[in-house]
């Protein structure tokens, strides 16, 4: 069959009935956005609203954070390298601490406004979130469980920083470590050994802490002297060594009281032990206690008293061992002892 017939037979779309049919999807396509325009509208404000909002309360609880950091940074310095800031303020101390607090409040001042903010955008969608809310859940439950060093070392981290147990300069006991403290962390705590050596401490592994370095510590120096000397004249050359070191620099600022000869600390036949005690600024006590065996040393010369040592005699000198110059008793010495009988000469028969 011929082209030309073939199109001839086919019949022509009618013009009216296709517009008709796209102005009707037209108009219904208007009426669904002019019906839900208000919607999409509030939701979109309420959006809107909602992030400017928890931006706007993140920045300015974020810059108060700073600023109340930076200020107590700037009352640590303003004392440093004063008798007060020797005394109470150690600068690096107070900046890490400071930072460290900021730094948690920051952290979590962020995630709780922004979290709150998406759970309020995801609700503003009409999204149901029992079930994000379970999974979050589910998901928190598994990592504590899978993290749970972490998280105990972070906690431990942050209680110790927020208490202040120690700090930068303090000298602890951490029972798996002693030393001087360099750094301290939200995991780890950074200490420095006798030896030099560093010790990396995790806090959650940290069960108690003996500081060594606050509140204020005690000197106590031993005197030993032979009980043959006049008591009333050894206190007075004590207290008037003490007294002396008392009014000298930087003596004087170490010792928080009176150097207080506590009286007899031990009475033996040779020698007899006067306890020294002094109440010294935390940290300085190993100071102070040579300072004091030095000066006491020195006034004792002065006053003709010979002090002694813990193993020293009351004369002076070591007493000789009587039985140092003696032989190990043998079996010979004694005549009638079996040995020596056996070793005695057979006397020679007697002539008739």
Request: glycine share 10%; hydrophobic share 45%; aromatic share 4%.
């Amino acid at each position: 069959m011929p082209l030309s017939v073939l199109l001839a037979a086919t019949p022509s779309p009618e013009p009216g009935g296709s517009l008709d049919e796209a102005a009707e999807r037209a108009g219904d396509a208007a009426g669904w956005v002019q019906e839900n325009w208000s919607t999409w509208l509030n939701t979109g404000l309420r959006i809107l609203l909602i992030l400017a909002v928890a931006l706007v309360l993140r920045y300015v609880i974020r810059r108060a954070l700073t600023n109340l950091i930076a200020r107590m940074n700037r009352s640590a310095q303003a004392v440093e390298g004063t008798a007060l800031g020797g005394l109470l303020v150690n600068a690096e101390r107070r900046r890490q601490r400071s930072e460290a607090i900021g730094s948690v409040l920051r952290s979590v001042t962020s995630f709780l406004i922004l979290g709150t903010a998406a759970l309020m955008v995801l609700g503003a969608f009409q999204i149901n979130l029992a079930p994000l809310l379970a999974s979050a859940g589910v998901a928190g439950v598994a990592l504590g469980f899978g993290a749970r060093n972490l998280v105990t070392d972070f906690l431990s981290g942050v209680f110790m920083i927020l208490e202040d147990q120690y700090g930068v300069g303090d000298q602890i006991d951490a029972g798996v470590a002693s030393g001087e403290v360099i750094e301290v962390g939200l995991r780890v705590t950074k200490l420095r050994g006798e030896n030099g050596a560093i010790w990396y401490v995790r806090n959650g592994e940290v069960k108690r802490i003996g500081n060594l370095s606050q509140g204020w510590s005690t000197a106590g120096v031993d005197v030993m002297v032979r009980p043959t000397e006049d008591l009333g004249r050894v206190r007075e050359t004590i207290a008037g060594a003490t007294e002396t070191l008392s009014k000298e620099e930087p003596w004087s600022e170490r010792l928080w009281g009176p150097v207080e000869i506590l009286g007899l600390d031990a009475v033996l036949l040779d020698s007899m032990t006067v306890r020294v005690s002094a109440k010294t600024m935390p940290g300085t006590s190993v100071g102070v206690e040579r300072e004091l065996r030095w000066r006491i040393k020195q006034a004792m010369d002065e006053a003709g008293i010979r002090m002694l040592g813990p193993t020293a005699e009351a004369d002076g000198e070591a007493s000789a061992d009587p039985t140092a110059g003696m032989s190990a008793p043998s079996a010979f010495a004694s005549a009638t002892s079996p040995q020596s009988l056996a070793a005695t000469p057979i006397p020679p028969p007697l002539a008739k």
